[in-house]
């Protein structure tokens, strides 16, 4: 997707190790959101920010970290990956939370925990 | 109860028809609503939003709101196999942040 592009694009780790996806943005929107997507739960949300620094936990946060140190790129750490974090991670921004903007996605990350 | 609710689905029908997908939802104060689109391995895009009771129209989609009734409906006129997809109803909560459904999956027959 034009502005937004997500890193790595598939990977498999084995369980407990670290891993970190990168979201990067050229659309200086203040809004980032990391999702993650599984068959039957839809979309959840892990974390979010609000700008530099400035993070907070969504509804499936547990063994997730994030930072922003700055505004084009939101990190998503795993702290010591299992089995539970394989999944389909999406990246998404926006301009404002109010009106009719809406989020855009990134093209997503494809997680596999051994 | 889940704060948006979509039907799984599948839903099937044929070319041509008039495919109607539905989402309700239990915050009365949300104002905004999004229908998003996603292909199968591929990330949700954004096609429709609308915020007033009543349809908006936009080429063959045709929004719905009911906000006294709490539901939101997406109508494909005219459905081609090209919009065999999943799609996600999502409505902005008093925190500016979107609630995802599960999403609807649509399959359209020739």
């Known amino acids: 997707d034009a502005g937004i592009t997500q890193s790595p694009r598939h990977k498999v780790t084995e369980t407990g190790t670290p891993v970190t996806l990168r979201c990067h943005q050229t659309?200086?929107?203040?809004?980032m959101y990391w999702y993650r997507q599984d068959p039957g739960h839809g979309l959840r949300l892990i974390h979010y920010?609000?700008?530099?620094?400035?993070?907070d936990k969504g509804e499936v946060s547990d063994g997730y970290s994030v930072s922003r140190s700055k505004t084009e790129d939101f990190l998503l750490t795993l702290e010591s990956a299992t089995s539970s974090q394989t999944s389909v991670y999406f990246c998404?921004?926006?301009?404002?939370?109010?009106?009719?903007?809406?989020?855009?996605f990134g093209s997503g990350t494809r997680l596999t925990v051994v | 109860q889940k704060e948006v609710e979509q039907n799984s689905g599948p839903l099937s029908v044929p070319e041509g028809a008039i495919a109607s997908l539905n989402c309700t939802y239990s915050?009365?104060?949300?104002?905004?609503f999004f229908w998003y689109r996603q292909y199968s391995g591929k990330s949700p895009e954004l096609i429709m939003f609308?915020?007033?009771?009543g349809d908006k129209e936009d080429g063959r989609f045709t929004a719905q709101l009911n906000k006294a009734s709490q539901y939101v409906s997406l109508l494909i006129r005219d459905s081609q196999p090209s919009d065999s997809a999943t799609y996600l109803c999502?409505?902005?909560?008093?925190?500016?942040?979107?609630?995802f459904g599960q999403g609807t999956t649509l399959q359209v027959k020739p």
């Open positions: 998404a921004i926006s301009e404002r939370t109010s009106g009719d903007y809406g989020y855009t």
């Open positions: 659309e200086n929107h203040r809004y």
């Open positions: 920010s609000y700008g530099v620094k400035d993070t």
């Open positions: 915050d009365r104060g949300s104002q905004s």
């Open positions: 609308i915020y007033s009771n």
């Open positions: 999502a409505v902005r909560s008093n925190t500016g942040k979107l609630i």
